[in-house]
């Protein structure tokens, strides 16, 4: 069965310092690669996805995450983070073959001190 | 520009009770989704639907039911609610498969 593995339940940075959250999956078929951020209180919103082409990924306020096929990785980056950055972010794959549903990490909570 | 509302926002739930939560969508997506949110075990998935008249069961179905009459809407029925149906649920659709999912703001349903 497929499943998302995000490492880090929690990640402590201070701001302006570099981060990284996990994020590896499994699948013996292609997939679709998504990132979504939870402010407190909120739903669910697309950060950025991989869909197919350049493996490296970029959002409007400064997150990447690079597509590596080999590890079955799509770690996602920021090199230096913002207090607003505070909050859950959820890993996530749409698999090819069963290409209805969308699984999710257990969440990693980005914690920012100033 | 709605996008996906979730009604209600909260709900106390006596067990043995039972009720829907309402989800409905104005942006013709073919793809619905229920999922519960419990701390620390991210989204797990409970049903989800293609279109209207399909759906399926995703990974922790049991104690729920769904219906899709209509393109817009996903009603998630809780017959006999339990302890562990606490939790915070969430609605979701996408038009495509390569598309992202819009989320609703949430259902959090505590039953006592």
């Known amino acids: 069965a497929q499943s998302v593995t995000q490492l880090d339940s929690q990640v402590p940075v201070f701001e302006e310092a570099p981060v990284e959250l996990r994020c590896n999956y499994s699948?013996?078929?292609?997939?679709?690669l998504f990132w979504y951020v939870q402010y407190p209180n909120q739903g669910l919103q697309l950060l950025l996805k991989?869909?197919?082409?350049?493996?490296l990924v970029k959002s409007i306020n400064g997150f990447e995450a690079e597509f590596n096929k080999s590890q079955t990785s799509f770690h996602l980056r920021k090199p230096s983070v913002h207090i607003s950055d505070t909050a859950e972010y959820f890993c996530?794959?749409?698999?090819?073959?069963?290409?209805?549903?969308?699984?999710f990490g257990s969440g990693t909570r980005l914690s920012i001190r100033p | 520009n709605a996008g996906v509302t979730q009604t209600p926002k909260f709900r106390i739930l006596k067990i043995g009770q039972s009720m829907t939560l309402q989800c409905t969508q104005d942006?013709?997506?073919?793809?619905m989704y229920w999922y519960r949110q419990d701390p620390g075990m991210g989204l797990k998935l409970i049903y989800y639907?293609?279109?209207?008249?399909?759906?399926d069961k995703g990974e922790v179905p049991n104690g729920y039911n769904v219906s899709r009459s209509t393109t817009e809407d996903f009603p998630l029925r809780l017959e006999l609610a339990a302890p562990s149906q606490t939790s915070v649920y969430f609605c979701?659709?996408?038009?495509?498969?390569?598309?992202?999912?819009?989320f609703g703001q949430g259902t959090r349903l505590t039953v006592v």
């Open positions: 991989y869909l197919s082409g350049s493996t």
């Open positions: 639907s293609v279109g209207a008249g399909i759906t």
């Open positions: 996530a794959v749409t698999i090819y073959s069963s290409a209805s549903k969308i699984i």
């Open positions: 699948s013996s078929v292609s997939v679709y």
């Open positions: 942006m013709n997506h073919n793809y």
């Open positions: 979701a659709s996408r038009g495509r498969v390569d598309t992202e999912a819009f």
